[in-house]
């Protein structure tokens, strides 16, 4: 994109392409929830509130409120896939503002839940590393050592890190299956009772714990959106990562609801309250120390670790490709829009993102933090709350984009999921709110309180800022956003020289195109300007609309749209003297779509 005050810029190699396809989508956007890690340390606190039967009942509840949502979600990814997921999404359906907002969002709330897993870290080592090499190191050697592995991985071939984390992932999901089983198969008092299924008395049931207990599930989920962020990267762009968000979903409710029901079996919905509040993290391995030999146990904590690395891996992706796709458009500095000619992936994003967790870690050991279990909670509690703002925003974007530019889509794709999905997450995210200290585990009033508020509030003024900054200073650089780096921006720049000329006797359009630049500009008269270069890239789908113009390359509203006599004879002159045409007003670089519609669709 170019505009006279702004020199052209070569567009960078984009993403490689057909190289990941929708079962390793799945995996990365299941190992971005990281479902062991939520077994260990989520999952005993809520049954230690008396939940019991009612927490897997929760899960299966959420997912199919994300069933839902995903249905919407697939459809803005058929029309406009782009390594940004749901960042595209929204700069069509909310506009530009609120996709920035979105970004930073994204980026701010990923990185909170990664310093949160690289904080488990530690703790989940700890007995591995004691029981090994009789050892004790530090959260922070843990940290690096994780980090580099990290940062090695993030700049190889898409494929080569969908390989690594779908192996993680089959290998977790094959424990806590094994767990699930032994579980079942062992349960408390040699029977399953019928409390372990269903609540005994549902008229007790407290409803605040209910609505919590929907928040909880619901952010147990984060991470499976991310699978979007591939679709530049997979064999089918307008399919496989929508497939993979529903693959992603039903893989982490299945693990999540079956182990949360069989540690219920296991414990007794009697006795399942104290156990949790009693062993903590603890829980899982404990009552897999009564039923399975010691190296299973081990096995299921080694998991833990490999789950945390697979989780962080997988998120470092997702950000990598939040970066790469605001480079490209040069929202933020062009250099993140950079790929490898050899591997094709967004080294530049990736060595990024890697300095930045680098940096935050280092500081925090520098500062004397000790990471711990509650440290991590109020992490990935309050990125979650980031990314539950984010799905929202992605629902509502899908609703008014979906019916405003009305497609193949039917009634229940295009207006009747995406109307749940706002309403239920819209509800959640209130719940949340209201709910905060509990969901963070601290009191009323707490700084942590401040902080994630304070962090959401942030995020907003800084998206704000953010498009007033490009809307005054870089135009054209805004009228991209959401483009994927690829728009034709049509400016309209009057020429004081031709524009003096312009008399009743020598009447001449006053619009003419620059097609060296991709920019409309004013120009010498032309009957029949021609029409501007093709944008390079993939033909942008139809949309329904009001007809083209009859001449191409002719803007909107001017006078060769009207009747001949109309544009020639002024108003109650019937000789049919030449009328001088009035000068258009200009509409702006920042609104193209007003110049040409089937930019944004």
């Known amino acids: 994109m170019a505009s006279p005050d702004e020199p052209v810029h070569p567009a960078p190699a984009g993403l490689a392409g057909a190289r990941v396809g929708a079962g390793f989508a799945a995996f990365f956007g299941a190992s971005a929830t990281a479902p062991i890690a939520t077994m260990v340390t989520v999952t005993p606190p809520v049954l230690a509130t008396g939940a019991g039967p009612l927490a897997a009942l929760s899960i299966l509840a959420v997912t199919v409120l994300l069933l839902l949502f995903s249905t919407p979600y697939a459809a803005m990814i058929r029309r406009h896939p782009g390594a940004g997921a749901a960042y595209p999404q929204i700069a069509r359906g909310l506009g530009r503002p609120a996709a920035l907002i979105a970004a930073w969002l994204a980026l701010a709330g990923y990185h909170a839940i990664q310093f949160g897993l690289y904080a488990m870290l530690g703790q989940a080592a700890a007995?591995?590393?004691?029981?090994?090499?009789?050892?004790?190191?530090?959260?922070?050697?843990?940290?690096?050592?994780?980090?580099?592995?990290?940062?090695?991985?993030?700049?190889?071939?898409?494929?080569?890190?969908?390989?690594?984390?779908?192996?993680?992932?089959?290998?977790?999901?094959?424990?806590?299956?094994?767990?699930?089983?032994?579980?079942?198969?062992?349960?408390?008092?040699?029977?399953?009772?019928?409390?372990?299924?269903?609540?005994?008395?549902?008229?007790?049931?407290?409803?605040?714990?209910?609505?919590?207990?929907?928040?909880?599930?619901?952010?147990?989920?984060?991470?499976?959106?991310?699978?979007?962020?591939y679709a530049e990267e997979s064999h089918d762009p307008r399919r496989t990562t929508g497939r993979a968000a529903r693959v992603a979903t039903l893989l982490v409710a299945l693990l999540l609801a079956g182990v949360t029901w069989s540690v219920v079996v296991a414990a007794g919905p009697r006795e399942v309250a104290g156990r949790a509040?009693?062993?903590?993290?603890?829980?899982?391995?404990?009552?897999?120390?009564?039923?399975?030999?010691?190296?299973?146990?081990?096995?299921?904590?080694?998991?833990?670790?490999?789950?945390?690395?697979?989780?962080?891996?997988?998120?470092?992706?997702?950000?990598?490709?939040?970066?790469?796709?605001?480079?490209?458009?040069?929202?933020?500095?062009?250099?993140?829009?950079?790929?490898?000619?050899?591997?094709?992936?967004?080294?530049?994003?990736?060595?990024?993102?890697?300095?930045?967790?680098?940096?935050?870690?280092?500081?925090?050991?520098?500062?004397?933090?000790?990471?711990?279990?509650?440290?991590?909670?109020?992490?990935?509690?309050?990125?979650?709350?980031?990314?539950?703002?984010?799905?929202?925003?992605?629902?509502?974007?899908?609703?008014?984009?979906l019916n405003r530019a009305p497609g193949r889509e039917n009634l229940w794709t295009r207006f009747l999921t995406p109307v749940v999905s706002t309403v239920f997450l819209g509800l959640l995210l209130h719940i949340a709110g209201r709910h905060l200290p509990s969901l963070l585990g601290v009191r009323s009033g707490s700084i942590w309180v401040t902080v994630v508020l304070g962090g959401l509030a942030a995020c907003l003024v800084t998206g704000l800022a953010h498009a007033l900054v490009l809307r005054t200073m870089h135009p054209v650089r805004y009228a991209g956003i959401g483009l994927g780096g690829v728009a034709l921006v049509v400016t309209p720049q009057p020429d004081p020289d031709e524009s003096a000329a312009v008399t009743p006797d020598s009447p001449a359009d006053p619009w003419s195109w620059s097609t060296s630049t991709g920019s409309r500009t004013a120009g010498?008269?032309?009957?029949?300007?021609?029409?501007?270069?093709?944008?390079?890239?993939?033909?942008?789908?139809?949309?329904?609309?009001?007809?083209?113009?009859?001449?191409?390359g002719r803007p909107p509203g001017s006078a060769a749209d009207a009747p001949a006599s109309e544009a020639t004879r002024p108003a109650g002159d019937p000789s049919g003297t030449p009328a001088k045409l009035p000068r258009q007003r200009t509409p702006g670089a920042h609104r193209p779509e007003r110049v040409r519609r089937e930019v944004n669709g």
């Open 277 to 401: 509040a009693a062993r903590g993290p603890e829980l899982l391995f404990a009552l897999a120390d009564e039923r399975l030999a010691p190296w299973a146990v081990t096995l299921s904590r080694l998991t833990l670790l490999t789950g945390l690395l697979a989780a962080i891996l997988a998120l470092h992706h997702a950000i990598t490709r939040q970066l790469y796709a605001l480079g490209r458009e040069r929202v933020l500095p062009g250099v993140l829009g950079q790929v490898s000619h050899h591997t094709g992936a967004p080294r530049a994003a990736s060595l990024t993102q890697s300095l930045i967790v680098g940096a935050a870690l280092t500081g925090a050991h520098l500062a004397g933090a000790e990471a711990s279990a509650r440290t991590a909670r109020r992490l990935v509690v309050g990125g979650g709350l980031a990314v539950l703002v984010l799905l929202l925003l992605t629902a509502l974007g899908a609703l008014l984009h």
């Open 127 to 229: 007995p591995l590393l004691d029981n090994w090499f009789a050892v004790s190191a530090p959260w922070w050697a843990v940290a690096a050592g994780c980090w580099a592995l990290v940062a090695c991985c993030g700049t190889l071939r898409v494929e080569f890190a969908a390989g690594v984390i779908a192996l993680l992932s089959v290998a977790q999901a094959a424990v806590l299956t094994g767990l699930a089983a032994a579980n079942v198969l062992r349960p408390a008092g040699d029977r399953i009772e019928i409390g372990s299924v269903l609540p005994t008395d549902p008229a007790r049931v407290d409803r605040p714990l209910l609505g919590l207990l929907l928040v909880v599930a619901v952010l147990a989920f984060v991470g499976i959106e991310t699978a979007g962020a």
């Open 524 to 552: 010498p008269a032309s009957p029949r300007p021609s029409a501007p270069d093709p944008v390079p890239g993939p033909p942008p789908d139809p949309v329904p609309g009001p007809p083209p113009d009859p001449v191409p």
